[in-house]
């Protein structure tokens, strides 16, 4: 079965420390994004990816960074410098070509808890 | 500045009636929309799209509308079911633009169908 995986589903940190999420998907997509939903807020895109080795910013990039080194991972590194870390997290993928590049698959998603 | 704007936070019908979810925009170069249907703790899954060339698409139970004067469009969920009940997010593109794929999302609206 095809999908996107992230890992864990639930994650605890202290304030101060870096946190990485998974984000793996074997739908062969090209293009993989990271998003963030807070409570009664719509996603709001951290970082994406069209392509290997290249990514670029979303909208709220700060205190985030991300790494394409394969098609299948995109993880996610949730720094110290964000300032409101505790979030669902989203990753996402989609074709690159069509219109289907825009009707993305998400992930189960993340719960990160920052105390 | 929140661009797509889904002004209804919940919405509660009966079993067998017409669900009618809302959805504005501001940025007129938008041209391709997006449903998304999400339930508590997993990821949002898409549901219908419709491109600005149309004013209207049907898949099934769900049909969106879209009024490009009003830069409006809505999603119709007829008969609505219990398993109907989830945040359904509206989501806008600027297709063939340089969005390369961002979507900017509504904050969400709750839809519960009771029997």
């Known amino acids: 079965d095809g999908g996107i995986t992230q890992s864990p589903k639930y994650l605890f940190r202290k304030e101060g420390q870096n946190v990485t999420l998974s984000c793996e998907q074997n739908?062969?997509?090209?293009?993989m994004y990271w998003y963030r939903q807070d409570p009664g807020q719509g996603l709001r895109l951290i970082y994406y990816?069209?392509?290997?080795?290249?990514?670029q910013k979303g909208d709220i990039a700060e205190g985030y960074s991300v790494s394409r080194e394969k098609k299948e991972s995109f993880p996610l590194t949730v720094t110290s410098a964000q300032k409101n870390p505790t979030a669902f997290y989203l990753c996402?993928?989609?074709?690159?070509?069509?219109?289907?590049?825009?009707?993305?698959?998400f992930g189960p998603g993340t719960r990160l808890t920052v105390t | 500045d929140q661009q797509v704007k889904q002004n209804s936070p919940s919405l509660s019908v009966q079993e067998g009636r017409i669900s009618i979810l809302n959805c504005d925009y501001t940025?007129?170069?938008?041209?391709?929309f997006l449903w998304y249907k999400k339930y508590p703790a997993e990821g949002p899954t898409f549901l219908i799209s419709?491109?600005?060339?149309?004013d209207k698409n049907e898949d099934g139970r769900f049909t969106v509308f879209l009024n490009k004067s009003a830069k409006h469009l809505s999603l119709h969920i007829v008969p609505s079911q219990p398993g109907d009940s989830a945040v359904y997010f509206c989501?806008?593109?600027?297709?063939?633009?340089?969005?390369?794929?961002?979507?900017?999302f509504g904050q969400g609206t709750i839809l519960t169908v009771h029997p």
């Open positions: 996402a993928s989609s074709p690159r070509t069509g219109l289907e590049f825009y009707e993305q698959y």
């Open positions: 989501a806008a593109v600027q297709a063939g633009g340089t969005s390369y794929g961002k979507l900017t």
């Open positions: 940025n007129s170069m938008f041209d391709y």
């Open positions: 990816s069209h392509i290997v080795n290249d990514f």
């Open positions: 419709i491109s600005s060339i149309k």
């Open positions: 739908l062969n997509h090209d293009a």
